[in-house]
């Protein structure tokens, strides 16, 4: 009983709240605002009472639902859950949406009855408060329509030379149409890193993905939801490299129009990319910016992104020619109600990051704190090869894929010193350092041939490593009960909190992931 929540109504963007001290449960107050809403043309009136409140024509006490406190004052603030508001209830008359607890729910058009609104109250597969997934399309809330797109907003794609459009990325990376077994490693952990944004967590991530849904426009996104965007548009991209703060840590993000997330790649935060014109608009982006950016002829990529789907780009310049193609809108997040976490976005970013960056050691040296010490001199030493063969030594210096073999035996906090050595030692480092490293452990396939590199849930799996040359299983995503795991730390920050991801380590047993069940939540459909 003693349950406190609020009752919300927003128009024109401004917040209209009243407090609730008690009986906030959806079968006390989440009843009541639902039947505030059920009489004709309850949509109507409350727009026409709101607005007149907004413009002084009438007062906030004319609106209320008993046992409730006054309404506060409009404000551009949104009512947010804490550890004393359990409930708040929203009825969007911009947008013509009822939400709860911050999740949008069910259209304001055609709501549900008061038994079936109980008994769609319900949770995602990842664990967030949402709408069943069997409550009927015609009670769910509705996505915005896409944004007017100008003609204007289209004349770089309609005036450049297009070789392809909706092309596969195979063809457009040059590459097979199948996995290589490193490509699935990276897949496999942009996969958990995404399912760790949705799963339910303190900093509550998931919501904010529901709600970027209902973005119509890229200008509009919030900082939060910008940052969330980018996170999961870039992390694939930045030095696989993932371990406690003090050891490694990958820089905050900034907001901008285009992040350059290697030298040849940029990505965009965009909207409605299944929409034909939307792709276009945003494939137009993406070449003004690399035309304007990059000088020298080569190839470089664009990644326009907007968490429900991808696409990627790709423009080729030639001395003073330039032409694009690109593939078509990808699914990039999975449904909050799938049974597996792939999807044709998350392979395509993971083997578009898989790419040989020539700056890889240098990004990785960045990030290490171990490694900021060095000094630019170290860093550039044995850039021009003055270093590969000791002066006095007649022999003729081993080969690469010796020097490789050999540098796999090393720990992980032994790869950079060695890649200072010399120009051919960093090249060595950096064939090595694009193996996924989380905590000093490299993800490798499983060099016995058995296959444990899998999803263990829809945010966690299980993989192969290697660390100093002894064969270990770690886990990626997963809490074990009665261990703590280490934090793996992340560049994402949603109001002051930052996203980490929990990893264990254990002695290499391809039966671990029986062991495990018990700490595995299996989603079922709801």
Known sequence: MGTRGYYVLRYRNKYFAQYHNYDSYPDGLGVKVLQSMQFPNAITTYRQMLGEILDGLRSLSEIFIERGDDFSPPSWRRPENDIFIEWIYEIDLDRNIFHINGTPFFSLERLPDEGDFIQYISKDHYGNLACASRCPPEHRYKRPAPPTVNNSDLATYQSSMCTGSHVALSDLLAIND??????????????????????????????????????????????????????MASITFVPQIFNEIEN???????????????????????????????????????INAIMEQKDNPGEYFGVAFSVYHCAVVKVV???????????????????????????????????????????????????????????????????DGSNDVPPNVTRSPLPLELWKEIALYLDFSDLIPFGLVSKLFREVASMILRYPHTCGYRLVA????????????????????????????????????????????????VGGESLWVPFSATSYSPQLKSSLEKYIQIPHSI
Request: charge should be negative; hydrophobic fraction near 40%.
């Open 317 to 383: 310049k030639d001395g003073h020619t330039m032409n694009f193609s690109h593939t078509s809108a990808l699914q990039f997040l999975p449904s909050f109600y799938a049974h597996s976490p792939s999807t044709p976005g998350i392979t395509a970013l993971a083997r578009l990051g898989f790419r040989i960056d020539p700056a890889l050691f240098e990004r990785v040296v960045d990030i290490c704190y171990y490694g900021r010490n060095k000094t630019e001199k170290s860093l550039a030493q044995g850039v």
């Open 446 to 493: 499983d060099p016995r041939g058995r296959t444990i590199d899998e999803p263990l849930s829809l945010s966690a799996a299980i993989f192969s490593a290697v660390r100093a040359g002894i064969l270990a299983t770690v886990v990626v995503g997963l809490r074990i009960e009665n261990k703590s795991p280490t934090r793996l730390t992340t560049p994402l920050d």
């Open 248 to 286: 490694a840590s990958h820089p905050r993000l900034e907001r901008k129009e285009f992040t350059w997330v290697r030298e040849d790649i940029v990505v965009c935060i965009a909207t409605h990319l299944d929409d034909e014109r939307c792709l276009q608009a945003s494939v137009s982006r993406l």
């Open 178 to 231: 199948s996995l290589s077994p490193d490509e699935h490693i990276r897949v496999l952990l942009l996969e958990v890193m995404i399912g760790q944004c949705m799963v339910n967590q303190s900093i509550g991530i998931g919501k904010d993905i529901y709600n970027i849904e209902l973005v119509s426009d890229h200008n509009q996104f919030t900082d939060d939801q910008w940052s969330i965007a980018c996170f």
